[in-house]
């Protein structure tokens, strides 16, 4: 059953206490689209990004991959190995690791990439290869992302904004068909959204679809092609950019009503 | 580039080492040859820093650095400790054999702790309590079944790790502190099981004639074939170790240790991982405590206490977290040092808790370990 819907969400509810954090939440992304998700402070979005990625349970409504498979109630590791990968929005890199190995163990559950426990034992070729072309996979992709001459830095020693991007070459080399990416642009400067606008869009190329947590409308409007509105865990509007810039309800929203 | 080292660096890399051999030499050598001992240490300290300099490597922080891993100068180390590992019991008398066995033993013991201590950063505060099912295992079927020792060997490696799995299932979805406390009730519960079961384990006066390991044509091993055989496992078990870290599996530990929310998303399966780490663990501390066993033709409950567990903790602590060759250091000193201090008896332990203290305090790191 593929009608071209990577992922649909359909009524999710979740319930901290007496709150609620989503409230009958629909979105429906198609291939090949840029979904960015926005709304003021506190209205649910990276509640529902943990919710797709498993780090929660929603109390209700469900979450369908690819049309057959169902997300909720699955763990985080589950969803990552169906192709799923997301970045945070207080980034999650191990710290005190090499640029290039934090990437590297991004691709370790890669099949292409895994031996046997003799070829560990012993270095076997096949070892040896196989992690020559992770690293190599590794390299290319600290490239992609501009990273290239940091490789032997430790993570914890890069710029704010070089994690970021370091955290999305770790997403891409799990080979992702849909990447979760928690307010990127956030902390960055202009050269470096410059950059990652770039990025997204050589990611979208590759036919992986991309759904974002943003609040900076201008690089919205320059990769998004989709826009959904949360506020207080409700979906407030959706539509293009250009007509989500002029709802009056989304104004308010923002900015509170006279 | 020659910068001026900070009055802080050179106390803790010149200063603070040539003082920690004084302070250890002392009470064996005497003042004169311990000054004299402390200078040589300086002198030794110098000499490397200038020569791992002018080679271009990182200079060396504190007593040696650990930056120099894989490097052509630790592998000359390896080389050397190896050679007067194997050297070392045709030099020795049977009193400094026991010793040296002795530091084998809880090598293997800290190199096992460090699997969840260092590399996971788990706090396993029982961990004696599977070198106790490991030996009492083994005292069980030899002495009672006359089951032979390399059966038993992978018998008590098994069981101590299927114990481990009990264990492992609930207490690994704990973090931190719990898994602490729980695991130190774990420790308590099985010594008191060895000390109250006592149509199994004979209660607090143990197991007795527990056969000491055999081998075709040598027979059975004692004194100086004994201790070659534990060095085999040592070495055997550091290599294992070494294969691991460098392999897949070493790397989802580290993920884990530094970012679990980070692992799971790139696939990782954290709480099997840790669950096979906490296994691969307990089943070293299961074969060590068979060799322990089949050395002491003995066990009983005594040996098998909490604060069994804190001095192996302690090893791989002072040696430092998740480095092999630290943590071997470790056992070392901390074996070797009481014994030096022996001496001494009344102010031993005091030195002992002095020395613990001053390095905790300078290089919290241990003194191997790598600066967080």
């Given amino acids: 059953m593929d009608d071209g819907t990577i992922l649909s969400i359909t009524d999710i509810s979740i319930m901290f206490g007496g709150l609620k954090a989503l409230d009958r939440v629909t979105i429906g992304i198609r291939k090949g689209e840029v979904l960015c998700i926005i709304g003021p402070n506190g209205a649910g979005k990276t509640t529902l990004f943990n919710c797709i990625t498993g780090f929660l349970r929603p109390t209700s409504g469900s979450i369908v991959y690819r049309g057959a498979v169902e997300l909720t109630g699955r763990k985080p590791h589950e969803i990552a190995a169906h192709g799923i990968y997301r970045s945070f929005q207080n980034l999650a890199l191990f710290t005190n690791v090499s640029v290039e190995d934090n990437v590297m163990i991004g691709g370790l559950r890669r099949k292409e990439f895994s031996y046997s426990i003799t070829d560990m034992l012993i270095h076997t070729p096949v070892f040896r290869a196989r992690e020559a072309a992770l690293r190599q996979e590794a390299a290319d992709l600290l490239a992609f992302v501009g990273l290239a001459g940091k490789k032997d830095r430790k993570a914890g020693e890069l710029s704010y904004g070089e994690r970021k991007l370091l955290e999305l070459a770790r997403g891409l080399i799990t080979r992702p068909q849909l990447l979760l990416l928690d307010e990127p642009a956030a902390g960055l400067n202009p050269t470096e959204k410059t950059e990652l606008v770039r990025a997204i869009g050589r990611i979208r190329e590759q036919s992986i679809n991309v759904i974002l947590i943003e609040h900076d409308m201008r690089f919205v409007s320059d990769i998004a092609n989709w826009i959904v509105v949360l506020d207080y865990g409700k979906k407030l509007a959706e539509g293009l950019p250009d007509d989500i810039k002029k709802n009056k309800a989304v104004i308010e929203a923002y900015l509170g009503t006279r | ?372």
């Avoid at chain 2, 302070?23 to 050598?29: G, H, K, L, Q, S």
């Avoid at chain 2, 020792?149 to 009990?166: K, M, N, P």
């Avoid at chain 2, 100086?224 to 060095?231: A, E, H, K, N, R």
Wanted: hydrophobic share 55%; with cysteine.
């Fill in chain 2, 1 to 372: 580039m020659t910068s001026v080292p900070s009055i802080r660096t050179l106390f803790t890399t010149y200063v603070l080492p040539a003082v920690w051999t004084a302070a250890i030499a002392f009470p064996i050598m005497g003042f004169s040859r311990a000054t004299a001992a402390a200078l040589f240490m300086l002198a030794g300290i110098i000499v490397f820093t200038v020569i791992t300099r002018r080679r271009g490597l990182r200079r060396p922080h504190g007593l040696l650095r650990a930056r120099l891993e894989s490097s052509r100068a630790v592998r000359h180390a390896w080389v050397f400790v190896l050679a007067a590992a194997i050297a070392a019991p045709l030099l020795l008398n049977s009193y400094s054999l026991d010793v040296f066995t002795s530091v084998l033993f809880y090598m293997m013991l800290a190199l096992g702790l460090n699997l969840l201590v260092g590399d996971l950063g788990l706090l396993n505060l029982g961990y004696i309590a599977f070198y106790g099912i490991g030996a009492y295992t083994y005292a069980i079927l030899a002495a009672r079944f006359g089951i032979s020792f390399w059966i038993a060997l992978a018998a008590g490696g098994a069981a101590a790790s299927v114990f481990s799995l009990i264990i492992a299932i609930p207490t690994l979805r704990l973090r931190g502190d719990y898994l602490a406390i729980a695991t130190l009730g774990f420790g308590e519960i099985v010594r008191i099981v060895f000390n109250n079961w006592d149509s199994l384990t004979n209660g607090p006066n143990g197991i007795m004639n527990v056969p000491r390991p055999w081998l075709p044509w040598i027979g059975f091993l004692s004194g100086m074939s004994f201790t070659y055989l534990v060095l085999c496992f040592v070495i055997l078990q550091v290599y294992v170790l070494v294969r691991i870290k460098q392999c897949r599996f070493g790397r989802y530990a580290v993920a884990i240790r530094e970012n679990e929310r980070a692992s799971a998303m790139v696939g990782i399966n954290t709480y099997a991982v840790k669950t096979v780490y906490f296994m691969l663990s307990a089943f070293f501390g299961g074969v060590a405590g068979v060799l322990f066993a089949s050395k002491q033709m003995f066990v009983s409950p005594d040996s098998f206490t909490f604060i069994e567990s804190v001095y192996v903790l302690a090893m791989v602590i002072l040696g430092g977290m998740g480095n092999i060759a630290g943590v071997m250091l470790g056992a070392f000193t901390l074996v070797v040092l009481p014994e030096l201090l022996r001496g001494f008896v009344v102010y031993r332990m005091l030195i002992f808790a002095l020395l613990l203290i001053t390095m905790m305090l300078f290089r919290p790191e241990g003194l191997l370990g790598k600066k967080a």
